[in-house]
């Protein structure tokens, strides 16, 4: 019997020794990367997607995380409970017709349908859906790690997460510091 935080399947480090360092983990930073670059979607309406992505894949480090150009846009304390009830909540719009992609992607990918195209293409021009669609891979590429339950955050409190000019993930302080010094 495992122990609360240990890994769900013992590995004795085959996945990590199998990715770092590999081409492939050097073909998923560049996509990941890319996908960072992109900035068609507002800040606030990637925070929520990153969100539900966290919240569905029940990532430990995601849901620790608060993108610094969505706390600088107003994200509210309660965003990730609000996410979570997208369907039965306040949020705008937009907000709504791209977590439903969310959710469609990561899923029920079947169930895209007309009438989600529609809702998309009301609020977001085909490039932006594009970006949406990507940004949902992006954060879900490390579904493996969460599964396992090899993804234990190195801090104890909600961070901000922002990115380079590279796209690179760049780890700032706790995000009451942040907020607080506005």
């Known amino acids: 019997m495992r122990g609360e935080g240990e890994p769900r399947i013992a590995l004795h480090n085959q996945i990590q020794g199998l990715v770092v360092g590999s081409e492939l983990e050097a073909a998923v930073n560049e996509f990941a990367n890319?996908?960072?670059?992109?900035?068609a979607i507002d800040p606030l309406i990637t925070?929520?997607?990153?969100?539900?992505?966290?919240?569905?894949?029940d990532c430990r480090v995601c849901g620790s995380l608060r993108l610094a150009?969505?706390?600088?846009?107003?994200?509210?304390?309660d965003a990730a409970q609000r996410v979570a009830d997208y369907r039965n909540g306040d949020l705008?719009?937009?907000?709504?017709?791209?977590?439903?992609?969310?959710d469609a992607i990561i899923l029920t990918p079947g169930e895209v349908d007309d009438d989600l195209a529609e809702e998309l293409h009301r609020h977001f021009t085909d490039a932006q859906i594009a970006e949406l669609c990507l940004d949902v891979v992006k954060w879900s590429h490390q579904k493996v790690l969460v599964a396992l339950r090899l993804e234990k955050p190195p801090w104890d409190e909600r961070t901000v997460l922002s990115f380079d000019a590279e796209g690179d993930a760049v780890i700032g302080g706790p995000v009451r510091e942040f907020v607080a010094g506005g």
């Open 34 to 39: 890319a996908a960072m670059r992109a900035d």
């Open 47 to 57: 925070e929520q997607v990153r969100l539900r992505c966290a919240g569905v894949h």
């Open 69 to 77: 150009d969505a706390l600088a846009a107003g994200l509210e304390d």
């Open 92 to 102: 705008d719009p937009a907000a709504v017709a791209a977590l439903r992609l969310t």
